[in-house]
């Protein structure tokens, strides 16, 4: 038995998705089980939540791997990175040790450090080094960010809006890699008799900009519609105002600062390496045209 702790998101549901087809016993940790439609028949649900130990234990209660792919960037329920990815994964960790979880995979941010300017990847940093001292066995897949993420986000904006909102200029260079990639990462270490301890880097091919993506997503649906852009200077005095009142907002705000000003690009050095281990590499242009 295999449980998958965010499950029911965007990653989530594709490692849950790989994991069924490959003839697995699934068990999915899900806040509300409305959360959960659409899974694979089959898929054992449980209730809880990272922040509540007393969930956690009865999650990996008789399961021989823990997947760790949830995260408090955005999302309901007022998450945070230091609430599910710092200390949530510090409890579900010792769980699995008490449990004796013979595999733990921790999905992770590329870039993840003690210094990193974003919450988020602090965080995850600290989830890695607990996981690491632990004692038991372990992936850690650190990952860009998500195409579908980012391309929801604009789709969204241009069927409500009809148009497409760029944060920042967005000619930054940005690797992005596709969910399913990770996913498959993911199930592929699952597979390894031995975990070896061991870090991935998953990337993808592309290095773009958010204003690239955009007019990648208008082309592909052969829309005319306008590009709004959102100031830099705005986004920096909201990653800061709004932190009291709309601390989530503010970190979003945060992230397309660093997205617009840091290199977040990838050498294709580094990312070839996914397809060397039998990874998918999926580019921008072939997650659109499935979507």
């Known amino acids: 038995m295999i449980v998958v702790i965010g499950g029911t998101g965007t990653l989530g549901r594709e490692i849950v998705k790989r994991l069924v087809a490959a003839g697995q016993r699934v068990r999915v940790l899900t806040r509300a089980q409305n959360r959960a ?42 998450p945070s990175p ?45 989830a ?18 998500f195409i579908e993420t980012w391309l929801s986000i604009m789709g969204d904006m241009l069927v409500k ?10 000619t930054n260079p940005v690797n992005f890699v596709s969910a399913h990639d990770v996913a498959a990462a993911v199930a592929s270490a699952l597979t390894t008799a031995t975990p070896a301890n061991e870090t991935l880097d998953i990337s993808g091919p592309d290095n773009v900009g958010l204003a690239q993506l955009a ?42 600062v660093l997205m617009n000003t840091t290199d977040m690009s990838v050498a294709s050095a580094v990312a070839t390496n996914a397809p060397r281990r039998g990874i998918p590499y999926t580019s921008i242009s072939d997650v659109l045209a499935r979507a």
Request: charged share 15%.
């Open 37 to 78: 439609r659409g899974l694979p028949d089959g898929v054992e649900l449980t209730v809880g939540d990272l922040r509540s130990p007393a969930t956690l234990s009865m999650a990996v209660r008789g399961c021989d791997a823990v997947v760790s792919a949830a995260h408090g960037f955005v999302g309901p329920g007022n």
């Open 82 to 126: 230091d609430a599910i990815d710092r200390e949530g994964n510090r409890a579900l960790v010792a769980a699995a040790a008490a449990a004796q979880v013979v595999h733990f995979v921790l999905v992770s941010v590329h870039g993840a450090s003690p210094q990193h300017p974003m919450s988020l990847a602090r965080a995850k940093y600290a």
């Open 128 to 145: 890695e080094e607990h996981l690491r001292a632990s004692g038991v066995p372990f992936t850690i897949v650190r990952a860009t960010p």
């Open 161 to 170: 809006k009809g148009q497409v909102t760029v944060f920042g200029p967005g």
């Open 215 to 256: 007019r990648q997503l208008l082309q592909t649906k052969g829309v005319n519609a306008p590009v709004k852009h959102i100031p830099l200077v705005a986004l920096r005095a909201l990653s800061l105002l709004a932190r009291p009142f709309a601390p989530a907002f503010a970190r979003q705000a945060q992230a397309a």
